[in-house]
C-alpha cells in the first residue's frame, strides 16, 4: 500500500511546490552591482492575465517587438559613481544602465536598501532628456507578502527634449496581488526551449501623476496614469516580466518585456586595459578569504570590500606589486550576507560578488 501511495504523494509534493508563497525580501530581490541581464522587449498583444493564489501564468507564446531599433537590451546593475550622469542622482546608490545605448534605450537610478528600493530618477539616452525626484519614489517595500500594500507620494523635476523643464508630482499604489508559476520564452522566443520559474511573485501597481510645464509662457498642465504588472521570483535580483500600459497626452501605449537571461559572471568589469586577473575562493567564505590576482606591470594595488549599499566596510590591500600575488583575509569580524570585493589597479577596476558565512 505504501508503495503505491509513494508516487502520488511524491506527485502532489511536486504540483504544490510550485505554489508556496514567496515573500519578497532586499536581500533576494534588490538587484547587485555587477549582475547582468538580457532584456528581450516583446510585441503587446498579451494580457496580464489573472491574480490571486496558485496561479499558472503561461506567457511562452511571447514574440519579439517587431519594430525598430531593437528587440533586445542588455542592463548592467552598477555603482553610480559609475556613471557620467550621476551628479544629476546624488541620492542613489544602484544604476541599471542599458549598455546596449539605443536611442529610446533609458538608464534608471535607484536608491537601496534592506527596507525599500526606490526610484530615484531616469536618464534618457536619446538627448538631454530624465527625471529627477527630490521625494524618490518606491516601487516596493520590504519584506513584502501576499497582499500587502503600500502608497508613496513623489515628487521632482523633468526635462522634455532637451529644452522642457517641468514639474512632475505623483502616487504610486502597490500590491502583491498573486502567486504562482511563471513561463517565459527561452533567449530567443519560438528557438529556445520555455523556462518555467516556481514559486513567483506578481505586483501591481498604479502610478497617477501630474506633470506642470510653461509652454510659450502659458502654464500646462498633463494628467497620465501609468499600471504596472511585474513578476518576481526571490534569488533572482530583477523583474522577470513587465507588462506597462499607460494613459494621458499622446494617447495609450503598452510596453512588454521579460528578463531572458542573467549573466552574474558579468563583474562589472571595466574594458579599459584589461590585463589583471583576480579569482577569490573558497565561496561561499568562512573564516578565510583567499584573494589570488595577477597584473602584468608593477603597479599599486587597491583590494576593498564593500557592503551592497556600496559601503567600504574593510581595506585588504594598498600597496605595489607586480605579477602572481595570493592574499589571505581573515573574514571572522564581517556579519554574515553578501559583499563586493572591489579590486583597483591602475585605470582598470574588477568587482566581483562574495558570499561570507
Known sequence: MYKELLPTLLFAAASF????????????INPIAGDQFIIVNCDT??????GGTSQVWDFS????????PVSADTVRAQPPYWSPHVSS?????LAMVNITASATSVDIYDIT??????????????????????NPMDILHFPFSYLNNFSDNYAGNILFLGTIPANESGTINVTYDGYGTLTLPGLIPGASTPV?????ARVHSIQNFTDHASLLGTDTTATYELETYTWYHPGYHNALLTIASGAGVGGHYKLVS????????QEAVSPINNSAALNLFPNPAKGELNIKYTTANAENVHISIMDMLGRVIAVVADKT???????????????????LVRFQSGKETITRKIEIQ
Open 196 to 200: 518555467t520559474y516556481t514559486n513567483v
Open 45 to 50: 498583444a498579451v494580457s496580464p492575465q489573472s
Open 61 to 68: 507564446s511571447l514574440t519579439l517587438l517587431s519594430i525598430s
Open 17 to 28: 511546490a510550485g505554489y508556496a508563497q514567496p515573500t519578497l525580501t532586499a536581500a533576494t
Open 258 to 265: 521579460y528578463s531572458a537571461a542573467e549573466d552574474p559572471s
Open 113 to 134: 536598501s534592506t527596507s525599500a528600493i526606490s526610484q530615484d530618477g531616469l536618464y534618457y539616452n536619446s538627448s538631454s532628456q530624465y527625471a529627477q525626484y527630490t
Open 89 to 93: 542622482f546624488p541620492s542613489s546608490n
Open 321 to 339: 606589486t607586480q605579477g602572481d600575488q595570493l592574499i589571505t583575509y581573515n573574514t571572522g569580524s564581517i556579519s554574515h550576507g553578501l559583499y
